[in-house]
C-alpha cells in the first residue's frame, strides 16, 4: 500500500508505487499550473508520497451496558484501536 499527501487533498492510498507517484507528480503539476499566475505556492514542499507501513485498525468493538460507568451514555458502543503493520 502505497499513500499520496498534497495540499488539496487527505492522504490518499493506492495499490502499487507507480499509482502513488504519478499522483504525486500530478500534484506537482497542479501546483506549476497556478505558479504561471500566482508564484509557488509555499505548499508545493508538502506533497509527499511513499509506502504505509502501518496503520490504525479496530481491535474490538461491544455494545455498551450500564457497567461502563466511565463512557458516556451518549456512546452505543466501546471500542478500541491498536496499529498493525501492512504488508
Same mark, same amino acid.
Given at each position: 500500500?502505497? *499513500?499520496v499527501l498534497d495540499s488539496c487533498n487527505d492522504i490518499e492510498l493506492y495499490d /502499487?508505487?507507480?499509482?502513488?507517484k504519478a499522483a504525486a507528480e500530478a500534484a506537482i503539476? *497542479?501546483?506549476r499550473d497556478n505558479a504561471i499566475d500566482t508564484g509557488w505556492s509555499e505548499d508545493v514542499?508538502?506533497?509527499m508520497w511513499g509506502k504505509v507501513i502501518g496503520r490504525c485498525e479496530l481491535k474490538f468493538e461491544?455494545?455498551?451496558t450500564?457497567?461502563?460507568?466511565?463512557?458516556? /451514555?451518549?456512546c452505543?458502543?466501546?471500542?478500541d484501536y491498536h496499529l498493525v503493520k501492512v504488508e
Open positions: 500500500m502505497w *499513500f /502499487s508505487e507507480e499509482k502513488a503539476d *497542479f501546483e514542499t508538502n506533497i461491544r455494545p455498551r450500564d457497567e461502563d460507568a466511565m463512557v458516556t /451514555s451518549q452505543d458502543t466501546v471500542c
